[in-house]
């Protein structure tokens, strides 16, 4: 496997190759064993180059963003690491109210741009780390929004390399959620947004930025809100009721901020992670009878 890995990377692909980089360099909550591989496709030709090579060879193959929504678990990944975050960087408008984004531009980014071009509709995104590509992938949101207010379509490339386009109507999406095929990478995004004075977008980006910091900062490494919010209540709730706020496993810790946030401390590992998010499951099952599904995409071997 590794001589053929290395004929490919040396013979055929142009962008950046790592081999058996640790994944807590690459998630924000800084937890994860190695990949195999980390590719940074520096276009869509090596992208698709590498889909092709990792389907003919086998390979198992996952695409990252910002990282910032994963646990990836101590064993680390096998295959092929996807980076998206080195290539896919530009933004062009198509006319003074739609854009097309590729997918490894910050959301932040992205954000400053419409406010400098008084464009609304994605104020709420101000505060969520990450890429557009992670942000429509997970259909990030806060405050009542979320990415499916702006999204018109998503290029993609497929594992066999073909390319296509999906409307935003097939891609169902729901609270952190779409349907996007398991084999599909986004490559571009297709958004519209809306006239508004900069003002408004500014004095709204301040309000949201405002109720975000007047709820705490975690103020530690994290991946966000771990569980999905069970209909009609708040999993941060749930989990301090049944008293878990600040419970700690080796480094890993139930944020005594937000319940909803697991902290890395210094040191943690993922079986840490996993091990509060298995108790909190547990804990508020056994007090609720609520089942608490997680939010972050855990993934790679113990
Ligand atoms: C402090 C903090 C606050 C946060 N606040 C919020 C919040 O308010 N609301 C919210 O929704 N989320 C929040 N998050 C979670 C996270 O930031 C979002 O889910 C973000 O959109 C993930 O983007 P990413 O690029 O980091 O994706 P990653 O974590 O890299 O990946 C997430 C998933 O998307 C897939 N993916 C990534 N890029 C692509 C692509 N190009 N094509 C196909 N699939 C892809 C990955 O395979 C993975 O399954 C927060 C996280 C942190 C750390």
């Known amino acids: 496997m590794g001589e ?12 950046k190759v790592l081999f058996n980089v640790p994944m807590s360099r690459y998630t924000s909550i800084r937890v994860g064993g190695p990949a195999d591989v980390m590719a940074f496709p520096r ?7 590498i889909m092709v090579f990792a389907t003919t060879k086998n390979f198992p193959l996952f695409v990252l963003g910002g990282g910032t929504n994963l646990v990836v678990r101590d064993g680390g990944i096998r295959g092929i690491v996807v980076n998206m975050t080195e290539g896919f960087e530009d933004i062009t408008w198509s006319d ?8 490894g531009v910050g959301l932040a980014a992205l954000v400053n741009r419409l406010k400098e071009r008084s464009l609304g509709g994605l104020e709420f995104a101000a505060g969520i780390p990450g890429t557009v590509g992670g942000a429509v992938a997970m259909n990030a949101g806060a405050y009542g929004r979320d990415m499916s207010g702006v999204v018109e379509g998503v290029e993609v490339i497929d594992r066999k390399g073909k390319k296509g386009f999906i409307p935003a109507a097939e891609l169902s999406f729901s609270y952190r959620k779409t349907s996007l095929p398991k084999d599909s990478v986004i490559v571009r995004v297709h958004m519209r947004f809306e006239k508004k004075e900069r003002s408004e977008i500014e004095e709204e980006m301040d309000r949201l930025r405002k109720r975000r910091e007047d709820t705490g900062s975690v103020g530690y490494p994290s991946a966000g809100s771990i569980f999905r919010n069970p209909e009609g ?38 079986r840490d992670v996993l ?28």
Not at 4 to 15: A, I, S
Not at 43 to 49: F, P, Q, Y
Not at 285 to 294: A, M, N, R, S, T
């Open 233 to 270: 209540g708040y999993a941060g709730r749930l989990i301090e009721e049944a008293g878990l706020k600040g419970y700690r496993i080796g480094d890993a810790q139930i944020s005594d901020v937000h319940a909803n946030y697991i902290i890395n401390r210094g040191e943690a590992k993922a």
């Open 275 to 302: 091990a509060l998010m298995a108790l909190a499951r547990d804990r508020v099952f056994g007090l609720k009878g609520i089942v608490l599904e997680p939010e972050v995409r855990v993934v790679g071997e113990d």
């Open 4 to 15: 053929q890995y290395q004929l490919f990377f040396v013979q055929r692909f142009k962008g």
């Open 96 to 103: 003074e109210t739609t854009v097309v984004v590729e997918s």
């Open 43 to 49: 276009d869509e030709a090596d992208l698709r180059d």
